[in-house]
């Protein structure tokens, strides 16, 4: 990591062809916003405190996005262009001995080994600037790169003032730069305003280095992908769809069987161990970490979770940030709601939701349960229709169950509760105190039996 570079990462605009009330940087593409994969990037050759996102619109929103990230911010107050977003950086990145890259906060798939390479090229170039070029066979939209007999860029031309000779050069600018620190600092204020919009544009950086007797270098780049800018949601889908590939591709070749991978959606952050098979339609989200040998039923989803090994999660079962054990199954059908740990070999079985609750080693919930606010010890068995009353219209309450306690289908469990070790509870009960080890707890009426009722009332003449 070279200590010496500065990082500028531009995110102040709203972004209005997105047609949202939204900043662009906020909208997302592989599970991330989009300025959250280039501070990634960023990051990767750099220390935070030499990342420097300036915002602008929602610039509230953006920083607490980035807050877990450590980079710094500064606001640009007015959006005056692109130059001007860089001058409102003078006073944190004005480092003269060092390199300024210049990023966007919209271009997400730019990767750290493209600025590494952009770094290298810089090196070897001796220019006081590069910036990153690519080939398109329509360049329509792109400002045009112009370069002299020695292959130094000579002026960037925007399309709206190009000549219709230059409108038909290919090489077009991503406006991604890497500058010498002392002569950007020394000549960015040189930048005069647009006549037309009177906003301040860095690809003017250009003719003014040029003046002052500096080169700029232009490295071209094979993959124009990678530089693509989002700026409707056409766009925004699209980058998206390159993200989710990636990562599919990315498991797999670690050893993830992916069935129908065109169908199945991975957030960027998702890891998962060898052996393990994700089924179609399934959606792995957030900050989930998946184990060996696991089995993802189809149209599951699970979002920052973390399942350990030889787990199967059966189809249509949602789990939220929650923590499954080995050996342990969970659905169909299934729900755990939030922050749930469910214990090596436990079974929970279809239409059962979990919240807030430890559900213990081997303890199985077959079918039709609601267990909330509860810890549930190793071994119990919970019939089908039971449920944890865990509110009481003004707090929660919690459901404590010892090892190895028998609960008996639908039964309803009035928080707060707890049932002792190796405790029964009948069938159909309902539960408001204590129950003591090895008991058993009954909490019906009592049946009654009416002989021959059904039969006189069948008989009984109408009317």
Known sequence: MNERINIVILAAGLGTRMKSRKAKVLHEAGGLTLVEHVVRS???LTSPDRVIVVVGHQADQVRAV????????VEQTEQKGTAHALEVCRTLAADTEGKLIVLYGDCPLLSAVTLRRLLDHHEHAKAAATVITMMLDNPTGYGRILVDSDGYVSEIVEEKVASPEQKKVRQINSGIYCFNAAPLWKHLSEIRPNPVSQEYYLTDIVDVLGRAGHKVSPLLHENPEELLGINTRVELASVDRIFRDRKTHELMLAGVTILRPETVTVDMAVRAGM???VEPFAQLLGETTIGENCRIGA??????????DSVEIQPYTIVNTSRIDNGASVGPFARLRMENHVAANAHIGNFVELKKTRFGEGAKAGHLAYLGDSEIGAEVNIGAGTITCNYDGARKHKTVIRDRVFVGSNSTLVAPVELGTKSYIGAGSVI?????????AIG???Q???EEWAKRRREKPAG
Do not use: C, M, W, Y
């Open 448 to 450: 009654v039996n009416k």
């Open 444 to 446: 019906r009426g009592r």
């Open 66 to 73: 980035l807050a877990h990230t450590g980079v710094r911010f």
């Open 42 to 44: 960023a990051l990767a």
């Open 432 to 440: 408001t105190s204590a129950v003591p080890e090895d008991a058993l």
């Open 299 to 308: 149209g599951a989803i699970i979002r920052d979770s973390q399942i350990g």
């Open 275 to 277: 052996d393990t098979t």
